[in-house]
């Protein structure tokens, strides 16, 4: 039987009725800024025990991946946003016609998803990103190898649904061939990066459009995920007048509604080059709910529902940590450590609320302001080093 939503009314009156497709910690922290506005959020996803659940004004309970899922659950919304890129966009395309509004656009998303049409979407646009090849899968790559086309060292991307570093093979000598993933992929040259930087962008269908000042990632080097994002970025005023530059030429190219986090490699020879984008809330936007005037959150939920844009600005640098499962660790999770880290001063504590751990998955994020970033960045580490999470 199809599930019809319950529709709750916000205290500011008649609001648009907005849906999420996925329910995951993203989810959850839109859930949150659209709480302070007193408007009701609307979820689907496989189960309510996901992070944003429990917040959900009501709750649509299938796949974002299933044409007829995304369907009914859209049909009762009038605007539609994603957390997650890997939804079924032909729905998303079926809806539009039928006069729901989807913010980002699917045909954004469609190239979004897709790390080749990305690629190409830039090469285009004369956007500037690595130089790449697409290939079919790991025998051809091989072939390329053998022909002399392609040249070690460098890097395999899955097309397709890869994120948090999987889907992420970098292939040093020859000795990395075995690992090559057997699936249309694209190769990149391995680049010499200095830092890897992010800028945020949002805009609005009425034309407005802002971005955050840019942060610096540090990756755990062996999941290839973000372990540590600092804001400001260390880097001069030039690189990042250029990456917001490009973020906000980016997002109007793309015409997005909502955000568009765009990741950086910045080269030792000091070019600023695209690596992938997201059109959602994005992991190095964490620490604007702490250290921003607006955080992303408030932030998307102005650029879906076409309201007027918050100020972007530090109010105070920060650096976020992410709260990444203990390796080893898998089952349901224990924290430990908590109230030690909570004696740390300048901390802001972000559980998701995911009730099973497993080796570096994201449990949650800290996040350290303080007016001098150092001391910050000396806070972060202790709490890294005290706050277990553990099966
Ligand atoms: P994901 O979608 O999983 O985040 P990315 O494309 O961002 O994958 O790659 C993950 C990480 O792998 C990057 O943040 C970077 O550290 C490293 N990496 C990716 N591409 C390259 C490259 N061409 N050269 C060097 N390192 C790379």
């Known amino acids: 039987m199809e599930q019809t939503l319950k529709i709750k009314s916000g205290l500011l009156g008649k609001q648009p009725k907005l849906g999420i497709l996925g329910a995951g910690q993203l989810g959850k922290m839109l859930a949150h800024a659209a709480a302070n506005w007193d408007l009701p959020l609307y979820f689907l996803d496989k189960s309510t025990d996901f992070p944003a659940g429990p917040y959900a004004a009501d709750f649509f309970t299938g796949d974002f991946k299933n044409y007829k899922d995304v369907l009914a659950f859209g049909r009762q919304m009038d605007i539609l946003t994603i957390e997650i890129e890997h939804v079924n966009t032909d729905a998303l395309l079926q809806l539009e016609k039928e006069g729901i509004k989807v913010h980002p656009n699917p045909k954004a998303l469609n190239i979004i998803k897709d790390k080749g049409l990305q690629k190409q979407f830039y090469e285009q646009r004369n956007f500037p990103t690595s130089s790449f090849q697409l290939f079919e899968n790991a025998k051809a790559i091989l072939q390329a190898l053998d022909n002399g086309s392609l040249a070690l060292p460098f890097v395999q991307k899955s097309r397709g649904e890869g994120y948090d570093g999987k889907g992420v093979v970098v292939v040093k000598n020859s000795e990395g061939l075995p690992g090559l993933i057997d699936a249309p992929s694209l190769c990149e040259p391995l680049v010499d990066i200095e830092k890897e930087l992010a800028v945020i962008a949002c805009r609005n269908e009425s034309g407005q459009v802002v971005t955050y000042p840019m942060v610096e990632m540090e990756f755990e080097p062996s999941a290839n995920l973000v372990e540590f994002l600092f804001c400001p970025a260390a880097v001069n005023q030039d690189i990042e007048a250029k990456g917001k530059d490009i973020a906000g030429k980016l997002i109007e190219a793309f015409d997005i509604c909502g955000l568009l986090a ?46 007027p844009l918050g100020n972007t600005a530090l109010v105070q640098p920060g650096v976020m940590i992410n709260l990444l499962g203990e390796p080893g660790h898998k089952g349901p999770v224990k924290y430990e450590g908590l109230k030690e880290m909570m004696q740390l001063s300048n901390i802001h504590l972000h559980l998701y609320g995911k009730k099973e751990t497993r080796s570096l998955r994201k449990m949650g994020h800290a996040t350290v302001v303080h007016s001098d970033l150092e001391k910050a960045k000396t806070i972060a580490r202790k709490a890294q080093a005290i706050f277990k999470i553990k099966s």
Do not use: C, M, Y
């Open 262 to 307: 765009v990741e950086f490699f910045l080269t030792k020879s000091g070019e600023l080059l695209i690596n992938e984008v997201a059109p959602r809330p994005h992991n190095s936007g964490h620490q604007t709910i702490d250290a921003n005037v607006t955080s992303q959150f408030e932030l998307h939920l102005q650029g879906v529902l076409n309201l």
